[in-house]
C-alpha cells in the first residue's frame, strides 16, 4: 500500500508550507494547489504552477497505463 508514501508527502508539504509562513506567499501558493493522486501503488504528485494540467484525466491515464 501507498499510505505511508502518502503520509510522508503530506508531511512534507505541511514542513514546506511552514518554512514558507510569512514570506514566501508565491510557494505557499503552489503548495496549497499541489495535487497528489494515489492509484494503488502508484503516486502522482506535482507543486507547480501546470499542476493541474499534469494531473488531467489524459495524461494521468497515460501515464499509469505505461508504468504498468
Given at each position: 500500500?501507498?499510505?505511508?508514501?502518502?503520509?510522508?508527502?503530506?508531511?512534507?508539504?505541511?514542513?514546506?508550507?511552514?518554512?514558507f509562513n510569512g514570506y514566501g506567499?508565491?510557494?505557499?501558493?503552489?503548495?496549497?494547489n499541489a495535487v497528489l493522486i494515489?492509484?494503488?501503488?502508484?503516486?502522482?504528485?506535482?507543486?507547480?504552477?501546470?499542476?493541474?494540467?499534469?494531473?488531467?484525466?489524459?495524461?494521468?491515464?497515460?501515464?499509469?497505463?505505461?508504468?504498468?
Amino acid at each position: 500500500s501507498a499510505d505511508r508514501y502518502v503520509k510522508a508527502i503530506n508531511a512534507r508539504t505541511e514542513e514546506q508550507l511552514r518554512n514558507f509562513n510569512g514570506y514566501g506567499t508565491n510557494q505557499t501558493a503552489l503548495l496549497n494547489n499541489a495535487v497528489l493522486i494515489e492509484k494503488g501503488n502508484f503516486i502522482f504528485y506535482a507543486v507547480g504552477a501546470d499542476a493541474d494540467t499534469m494531473a488531467d484525466a489524459d495524461t494521468m491515464a497515460d501515464a499509469f497505463r505505461h508504468s504498468i
